[in-house]
């Protein structure tokens, strides 16, 4: 059994930064995958970042390159979302997902293929 919890999520102004962190506890593996989405209502689940843990290699969707970092914490089993200059467009609710099959993100930037996920934690940037 695994269970991932999002935090950091809250309000800010465009231009402003948030970090959110996706903790993972019960039964976890030293090779994985660890992705961000976010979902707007009505619209499609988004990948935004993922990590691998072979290498520790990086990936962004264009829309956030050079402005989100994701970074890992093995020893505290947490993976990072540092947002900065942020837009009204990153409004959404994000989630992290993680897949212990795999060492890395060959498939990271779709939802399906992710076999846990947290709750979500919303991120509102005004204008």
């Known amino acids: 059994q695994v269970r991932l919890v999002e935090s950091g999520g809250g309000s800010v102004q465009a231009g402003g930064s948030l970090i959110l962190s996706c903790t993972a506890s019960?039964?976890?593996?030293?090779?994985?995958?660890v992705g961000w989405f976010r979902q707007v209502p009505g619209n499609e689940r988004e990948g935004v970042a993922s990590?691998?843990?072979?290498?520790?290699?990086?990936y962004y969707v264009d829309s956030v390159k050079g402005r989100f970092t994701i970074s890992q914490d093995n020893a505290k089993n947490t993976v990072y979302l540092q947002m900065n200059s942020l837009k009204p467009e990153d409004t959404a609710m994000y989630y992290c997902?993680?897949?212990?099959?795999?060492?890395?993100?060959?498939?990271?930037?779709?939802?399906?293929?992710?076999?846990?996920w947290g709750q979500g934690t919303q991120v509102t940037v005004s204008s």
């Open positions: 019960g039964h976890t593996y030293s090779r994985n995958c």
């Open positions: 997902a993680a897949n212990f099959r795999v060492g890395s993100c060959t498939g990271g930037s779709r939802w399906y293929w992710y076999d846990y």
């Open positions: 990590i691998d843990s072979d290498g520790g290699s990086t």
